[in-house]
């Protein structure tokens, strides 16, 4: 009895469509229909249109209206009133819905009627699981706002030639509606027929937006014989809702080692609140002046008993190869044992960005094994020589040792591989040009950060190798008369920054002074800052690393490279706006 009146129902309310009907030929090929459970408002690519009756929940199943899904998806529907059936021609599928004999024949096979037809008010509803699968539509449900979003193609296959289909390009996105900064997500499912691989062309595609308005969004696809779809086209609409703006976008979702230009007033940060000293358990002797070799001679020269930091940086400007050489002379009676605890060094380069950058990565990862040699009372031995210096190329080493003993080392520009011309005194002091050298007191330095253990509420940021937030470490130049030396840069130091449960931060570089290129290694991650080439103060700021919130401690290790100009500002913005 009820399959009885289900079919009188059936009937009345098709006996509308007399006539067979093609709603294809005036249909777009690409359609995104959106719905709400009993409500007769509906969108067809955005477009409102007006429903008989609503769609329907019955039973934990979901019911579309037939008629209007017929003309919305654009394939043909028919009524045949002899046979009391209704027929369905989406492009790759033929169903009869037989009314009278109360079946359903998909593509020649019977399936059962029971739960495919759903009957309100005199209105034909079907199942929205069975009859979008069945045509190859895409779809889904949002239980929250009771929400059903249909995405289809009705696009059959296209033979170019006897053997190639052409491909189909098609998406979705996560919803329809999105607010101003909010990510857009897409969900890519275009296919080829052939299974070749498909090129994407997009237009109009944006990771967000920041007016309201409604966003067309077309992706065309290329199969590998070189055979492009028909464009597919979806409509994004931007509500009048701010997520984020055009400024702070980037903070939260732009990759991790790219940069992004900002208005965001950076330079009038606080500087985080900290407490910084030096370490004077290892001294350091810089040899970076003259910085350009322009003829052979000691470079600088002085002693290390103990723990110390060997650092040089030069450029051959002569005409000729230059042997540059760090030796280690024995003044005493006894045996002194050299230990290399660590080092970071670097074939001579002609690219000085490089050298430094390279140098600094080697130093900070810190992966090379302890080595030592003796060196026998009254001698000189060859610490490290690099022959073959050519003409425009630079060099940049670090070595941490450690001496049983005092031992003299000279950083040499050396005319060929000849320690005796060293011995015999063939090399004297060469004139410094203005760049660092001298022997400072420390080679790291200690900075403790946040102590309160309060995670960020405000972005900070922490300037190194600004004069006006740390002084230049005093040292002395031995080859003038041990007159006061400056490490203006801090160059061959060690930074280790500790900092007490930031919270969820993005850590950003903005390069102040020119050009940079440089390693940081944070909670042991050794990060490339940037990826390739170069910053500028031109570049605005490049995002290092996101925190996760987790973290109990933040640290960082820094050296500031050869060849980078100094000052730069570290940032630390908090990210839990959002939450």
């Known amino acids: 009895m009820l399959k009885k009146s289900l079919a009188m129902f059936l009937v009345a309310a098709l006996l509308v469509i007399s006539t067979p009907v093609s709603t294809n030929a005036a249909s777009p090929a690409t359609k995104q229909i959106i719905l709400y459970l009993n409500e007769t408002d509906a969108f067809v690519n955005f477009e409102t249109v007006t429903l008989d009756t609503a769609p329907v929940a019955v039973h934990g199943r979901t019911f579309l209206p037939a008629k209007f899904l017929g003309e919305a998806l654009g394939f043909n529907v028919q009524w045949i009133a002899e046979s009391k059936t209704i027929i369905l021609e989406p492009s790759d599928a033929y169903i009869e819905v037989n009314l009278k004999e109360m079946t359903i024949t998909e593509n020649g096979t019977k399936i059962p009627f029971d739960d495919k037809v759903f009957i309100d008010k005199g209105n034909s509803l079907i199942h929205m699981g069975w009859i979008l699968d069945t045509v190859g539509a895409h779809y889904q449900y949002d239980s929250i706002n009771k929400k059903i979003e249909i995405n289809y193609s009705n696009l059959p296959y296209t033979f170019t030639d006897g053997n190639h289909a052409k491909p189909v390009a098609r998406f979705t996105s996560s919803k329809s509606h999105y607010r101003i900064g909010e990510p857009i997500k897409l969900v890519d499912l275009s296919y080829d027929p052939d299974g070749e691989n498909l090129a994407r062309s997009w237009m109009g595609k944006e990771e967000a937006y920041f007016t309201a308005g409604t966003y067309p969004i077309t992706l065309t696809v290329t199969d590998g014989s070189g055979i492009e779809s028909e464009p597919y086209t979806k409509y994004i609409t931007i509500v009048d809702d701010v997520y984020l703006t055009r400024q702070h976008y980037p903070l939260y979702f732009q990759e991790e080692g790219t940069s992004f230009h900002t208005n965001l007033s950076l330079l009038t940060l606080d500087q985080i609140p900290h407490e910084m000293e ?44 230059v042997t540059f050489a760090i030796l280690a002379t024995n003044d005493t009676d006894e045996d002194i044992k050299i230990k290399t605890t660590n080092s970071g060094e670097v ?29 026998k009372p009254n001698e000189t031995i060859f610490y490290k020589i690099y022959p073959d210096f050519l003409p425009q190329y630079g060099v940049n080493t670090f070595y941490d040792v450690e001496t049983d003993g005092e031992l003299t080392f000279s950083f040499v520009a050396m005319d060929d591989v000849n320690i005796d011309d060293f011995e015999k005194g063939v090399y004297a002091p060469l004139e410094g040009d203005g760049h660092v050298r001298g022997t400072f007191p420390s080679s790291e330095i200690y900075i403790e950060a946040n102590q309160s253990g309060i995670p960020f509420t405000q972005p900070y940021r922490l300037s190194i190798g600004d004069q006006t937030i740390y002084p230049s470490i005093q040292g002395v130049d031995v080859f003038d008369n041990d007159s006061v030396a400056l490490n203006k840069g801090h160059y061959g130091m060690v930074y280790h920054i500790s900092i007490d449960n930031p919270g969820e931060v993005v850590i950003l570089l903005r390069a102040r002074a020119g050009i940079f290129k440089g390693p940081i290694k944070i909670n042991g991650e050794l990060v490339m800052v940037p990826n390739s080439g170069t910053l500028t103060h031109l570049s605005g700021v490049h995002i290092i690393k996101r925190t996760t919130g987790e973290e109990k401690t933040l640290e960082i290790e820094f050296t500031p490279p050869a060849g980078s100009a100094f000052p730069i500002d570290l940032i630390f913005y908090p990210l839990d706006q959002l939450k």
Not at 287 to 316: C, V, W
Not at 350 to 367: C, K, R, T, W, Y
């Open 347 to 375: 074939k001579p380069t002609p690219l000085v960005n490089l050298m430094g950058h390279i140098a600094s990565v080697d130093f900070l990862l810190d992966e090379a094994a302890d080595s030592q040699s003796i060196v």
């Open 278 to 321: 030096y370490d004077f358990e290892r001294k350091l002797l810089i040899s970076d002046s003259p910085e350009m070799i322009k003829e052979f001679g000691i470079l600088y020269q002085d002693t290390i008993n103990g723990k110390g930091r060997l650092y040089a940086n030069h450029l051959n400007v002569m005409d000729q190869n």
